[in-house]
């Protein structure tokens, strides 16, 4: 049972929800990533999203797209994220960390060179945004070999021969995409988000986190009465762009641990 596994059941036997922030490695600086991880732990986050800058991030609305192009303008590749999550296991061990990102900087090193290596580093899944699901058994397998976890995304608008290869591929958990469009968008539908979940459940059997559209406490809260996870992304960018250096982490240690509090105190109520 690997990490994200015994996360999930950890949470399920205290009747909890997973909190699941995203940043962007290198972003706004290489030498406060590892910080930001910890931080982020500290807060309440149960498992960390760690974003591969891409020069063409396409599933990403523009917040997500800037936090990318400042870690490029530090040059920080493929190579320098998963030295970042090697320096992130000298002090944590226990939290799970997936790396998200595209399928060009996994290509340029190598499936079989990049699943090694990112065991190495203490990786614990990956979601790489265009890899479809219909064409990636090879890749899977390659992450299994090494123990990672292949983590998917499913949209509003996903289909059922999707859902379905999606159910007999993924590991760890599903990312289900609450809204149309790029991240960061607005208009949450909690109606929509508990019919599609109870859809997707019938067919898959592991942890289902809802991401896109939360930003803020009460919405992350009334998420988590329905999913299993919660994923938090462009909010968090956003307030690191808007913050000092000299407070960026405790800025983000409030943002994460109000987030932390609404979500126990609303699943607390059920």
């Not at 996360?7 to 290198?26: D, M, R, S, V, Y």
């Not at 790396?99 to 899944?125: C, H, S, W």
């Not at 405790?250 to 126990?264: E, Y």
Request: hydrophobic fraction near 40%; proline fraction near 5%; charged fraction near 20%.
């Amino acid at each position: 049972m690997n990490r994200i596994t015994q996360t999930f059941a950890a949470l399920q036997e205290k009747h909890k929800k997973a909190l699941i922030p995203f940043i962007t490695a290198g972003d706004p600086d290489p030498e406060i990533t590892v910080d930001l991880m910890h931080c982020l732990v500290s807060a309440g986050s149960d498992i960390i999203e760690l974003g591969v800058p891409f020069s063409d991030p396409m599933a990403d609305g523009p917040t997500i797209q800037r936090s990318s192009e400042r870690a490029l303008k530090h040059h920080i590749g493929l190579s320098d994220v998963l030295d970042m999550v090697r320096n992130f296991r000298t002090k944590d061990t226990q939290t799970p960390v997936v790396l998200m990102g595209y399928a060009n900087p996994i290509e340029a090193m190598g499936y079989q060179r990049f699943a090694v290596q990112a065991k190495t580093a203490g990786v614990d899944g990956i979601l790489t945004v265009d890899y479809p699901p219909e064409e990636c058994e090879e890749w899977v397998q390659c992450l299994e070999q090494q123990e990672i976890d292949a983590i998917f995304l499913l949209s509003p608008t996903s289909s059922v021969s999707r859902i379905t290869q999606v159910a007999k591929l993924a590991k760890g958990y599903i990312y289900y995409v609450s809204l149309k469009g790029v991240t960061g968008a607005m208009h949450l539908d909690l109606n929509n988000i508990e019919a599609m979940l109870e859809k997707l459940r019938a067919t898959i059997t592991i942890p289902i986190g809802v991401g896109f559209g939360i930003r803020d406490s009460a919405t992350a809260g009334d998420v988590a009465q329905l999913a299993d996870a919660v994923v938090i992304g462009s909010r968090i960018i956003e307030e690191i762009e808007g913050s000092p250096q000299s407070e960026l982490l405790n800025n983000i240690r409030g943002l994460i641990a109000g987030m932390r509090k609404a979500i126990d105190e609303k699943c607390s109520q059920r």
